[in-house]
């Protein structure tokens, strides 16, 4: 059995596992990240993580293969190096070669949503199917793209940006600068602008009753009100569907995967958001859904997909 290290960093804190060669964590823990700190500093924390895992599991150092990293922002994947990350304030940094020193192991490093795609493509929703898009619709819309059991990375790592794709030309601004991308309109914070603007638009709404403070929505408010018969509510979940889709179907006629993998807390709506997406995507499919039907499916890895893909990633660049 082959063993290697998963390690996904954030802003907040340092994740870590110890992944074997199915794919199954043998062991797991995070630590904080003290991103205030020089990154020799965090760069040998997140070795010191893996050599204690390793040892908790009863592991040497010599049976570890490699380390893989999912960290936020633009990656120099071939180089190991951080180019831009606004979490953590790093510009250009060469992580794999830090962490390198501590564990005497190859390391690689990739953009956290791409490690994630690979994770659920390696070990979760879309291990049976060859290429998949993997879409996490939270704060932003993020992602990333297999193809054949590979990353699609683009010229030095700098594509798969899915987020900013515009599905509504001069639509709304997006964090990115440009107006009207797929993040401006299906992400859950996008949901929860939508359904505060339909509130206010209808005061006579049960979405008022559900949610009577407009800073407490969610990306639940919605579909609850949905649920309760509201009309307003009915509507805005039927506006956010036909973003999310028109995204999807974009991604989908471009790269024609298997199946697209939906990860984020909206999707916990299940057949309330599936069915009617499902639906929608497929008539939006270029040449139909019957020759080459793509798949909708929900992320079953949640936290664990970017140190299970970070680990998949350091054993394909081996």
Known sequence: MKYFAGIDLGGTFIKGGIVNEEGEILIKDKIPTGKERPYPE????????????????NISREEIEAAGVGSPGTIDSKNGVIVYTNNIDWKKVPLAQEIRKHLGIPVFVTNDANAAALGESFAGAAKKYDSSVFITLGTGVGGGIV????????????????????????????????????????????????????????????????????????????????????????????????????????????????????????????????????????????????????????????????????????????
Not at 43 to 55: F, I, N, Q, S, T
Not at 211 to 234: H, I, Q, S, W, Y
């Open 147 to 318: 193809l054949n059991k590979k990353l699609f990375e683009g010229y030095r790592s700098a594509g798969a940006e899915i987020g900013h794709m515009v599905i509504r030309l001069n639509g709304e601004k997006c964090t990115c600068g440009r107006k009207g991308c797929f993040e401006a309109y299906a992400s859950a914070t996008a949901l929860i602008r939508q359904t505060q603007k339909a509130m206010e638009k209808d005061p006579s709404s049960a979405l008022w009753t559900i949610c009577p403070k407009l800073e407490d929505v969610n990306g639940k408010t919605a579909f609850d009100g949905m649920r309760a018969g509201d009309k307003t509510a009915e509507k805005v979940v039927r506006g956010y569907i036909t973003y999310l889709a028109e995204g999807i179907a974009n991604l989908a006629n471009i790269f024609r995967p298997n199946a697209v993998v939906l990860g984020g807390g909206v999707c916990a709506e299940g057949d309330n958001l599936l069915i009617p997406l499902k639906k929608k995507v497929n008539r939006l499919l270029y040449g139909g859904a019957k020759y080459a039907p793509v798949e909708i499916v929900v992320a079953q890895l949640g936290n664990d997909a970017g140190l299970v893909g970070a680990a998949r990633f350091a054993w394909q660049n081996l």
């Open 42 to 57: 965090i760069a040998k924390d997140m070795a010191d993580l893996v050599l204690d895992l390793a040892r908790r599991a």
